[in-house]
């Protein structure tokens, strides 16, 4: 069962209203210290946010869709060295989101003082969500990958690019999404992929493993994007959102190269990139709006809101800090291009930690 864009749709769907449910009680315990000693400026917040909704989604458009244009420009090229670089900056981007903000902004939320000592500071719920967020996503990944091998190797012993359902019905193994399909043919390794006008023979396991990749590591990426939009649009202190603006724009342009990079691997047809694209520039900007428009309402401060957001910050460090290091940075470094290159490995290290650098020194801002 691999996640597809229906799928993300509904979670984000279901993510903004557990926020907004949460963040409703007018009842809620009460914890002004979240605030204390900042600036509160309703008017001037309100400008700021609003730059930052333009701000960030054009940011975010260009760092998704550079890769996808990179066919034209034969340096970045997937099968090129400067690829492999620019994608280990983008992974070390990732990786520094999962442990340098989104960890410590759920350790700050489920340790509050205002959340009960017992069990929120007796037990560190932060690192458990997370780790048990990465060994489920472990099994998303492990068993996607099962499901579409058993598809694809039914398809190879029936000769034909569809699948025989049990009623009898044909099924597309792939589907490109804008009527371009992968036919398998009946060596089982290889799948002509229709995408940009130009047919390339695509090792069929691995591009399972990079749709995959790219579906799953869109989907922690929408978790999160929701919850710092959310929280963003809600803040009435322009002293902290003027440098996170600037701090979300280099995320989200690097983020986006990152992901951008694998939706150009996984072979996705245009209108099936147009989605992804869409969603991933669009959650934080939207998650931003929401935040104003329910900046009456919402309340920050409040116990429940805590625990939510907290929760929701935990599982997606887990699910971005794996998807970081297992299916970008070791498949990477792993892989043939890489093992049989010295050179390039020291580079792709000194990208990675480039990447992950500038990203951990964002954390100071944001």
Partial sequence: MALNNHHCSVVTTFIVLFLVAAALPVKAEQC????????????????????????????SMIGISLPLFSRSVPQLRPDRDLFILVKAFASGVILATGYMHVMPDSFQYLTSECLPER????????????????????????YSISFFKKKLAATTA????????????????????DGHDLHAHGHGLDLHAHANGDTT???????????????VLELGIVVHSV???????ASLNPCTIRPLIAALCFHQMFEGMGLGGCILQAEYGLKVKAIMVFFFSTTTP???????ALSNVYNDTSSTSLIVEGVLNAISAGLLNYMA???????????????????????????????????SVMAIWA
């Fill in 119 to 142: 069990p929120w500071r007796k037990f560190p719920f932060t690192t458990f969500i997370a780790m048990v967020s990465a060994v489920l996503t472990l099994a998303i990944d492990s």
């Fill in 158 to 177: 029936n000769g034909s690019g569809s699948l025989e359902t049990g009623e009898g019905k044909e099924a597309e193994l792939f589907d490109h999404g």
């Fill in 286 to 292: 939207f998650g931003i709006a929401l935040g104003i």
């Fill in 201 to 215: 023979n695509v090792d069929a396991e691995q591009l399972l493993r990079n749709r995959v990749v790219a579906q």
């Fill in 325 to 359: 290091l297992v299916e970008l940075l070791a498949s990477d470094f792993m892989g043939p291009k890489l093992q049989g290159s010295t050179k390039l490995m020291v580079l792709a290290f000194v990208a990675v930690l480039l990447g992950a650098g500038g990203m």
């Fill in 227 to 233: 919850v710092i939009g959310l929280s963003m649009g």
């Fill in 32 to 59: 002004d210290s979240k605030h204390e000693g900042r600036c509160r400026d309703k008017a001037e917040s309100l400008k700021l946010k609003v730059i930052a909704i333009f701000c960030i989604l054009a940011t």
